[in-house]
């Protein structure tokens, strides 16, 4: 069975919209002022140990015109892998990606269910939300920026349920971000 990991970057008020310079909020690109080499380093062993990205279609709209123009280790990952995306549109995708079934519960339960290395979700706040809701996620790595940025999106559905989970990393980095990575805690 392979994992399915959210990586997100996030604020001390739990928005993820717009981190690196995306027009959709007043506060775009927050986390810029905060990357540090260390922080790069784990998103780029992050995005090397991922087999496939599974990402909602905005998501998957930003990267496709941002990384192909892109050079380098982390960008000839992110040029290659296997990518499922979530969008109701039949236009063609490109940029090595595939249209997820309509039914997206039951379809990331088979990509789960199918051999392979781990799928990587970043970004794609809407898939995340419903992933959460759903069960199928099993590792939740928040980056956490020293930043309050007041609304946008957010990750965590409001339906008041609650799930428990394990602390399997923490690190802090010098420019005051936070890792935590947490595994769901089943039973």
């Known amino acids: 069975m392979r ?36 922080l ?24 496709s015109s941002a990384w ?32 997820l079934g309509d039914d997206v519960r039951g379809a990331v339960g088979e990509l789960k269910n199918s051999d392979g290395g781990p799928i990587l979700v970043v970004g794609s706040a809407t898939l995340v939300k419903s992933l959460l809701v759903w069960g199928l996620v099993d590792e939740l790595r928040l980056l956490v920026y020293p930043v309050i940025v007041g609304g946008g999106l957010r990750i965590f559905p409001d339906d ?12 802090r980095y010098d420019s005051g971000a936070v890792l935590h990575a947490y595994e769901f805690t089943r039973g």
């Open 68 to 99: 192909p123009e892109r050079d380098g280790e982390l960008a000839d990952k992110m040029n290659t892998m296997p990518k499922q995306v979530v969008t109701g549109s039949r236009d063609a995708l490109g940029w090595n990606a595939s249209r």
């Open 160 to 171: 008041r349920a609650m799930a428990t989970l394990d602390l399997v990393e923490l690190e």
């Open 40 to 63: 790069f380093a784990f998103k780029l062993r992050e995005t090397m140990e991922a087999e496939s990205l599974l990402l909602g279609r905005k998501t998957f709209e930003s990267f």
């Open 3 to 38: 994992r399915l990991i959210v990586s997100e970057f996030i604020t001390l008020d739990g928005v993820v919209e717009a981190p690196g310079g995306e027009t959709t909020h007043p506060h775009t690109g927050w986390t810029i002022p905060f990357g540090t080499p260390e």
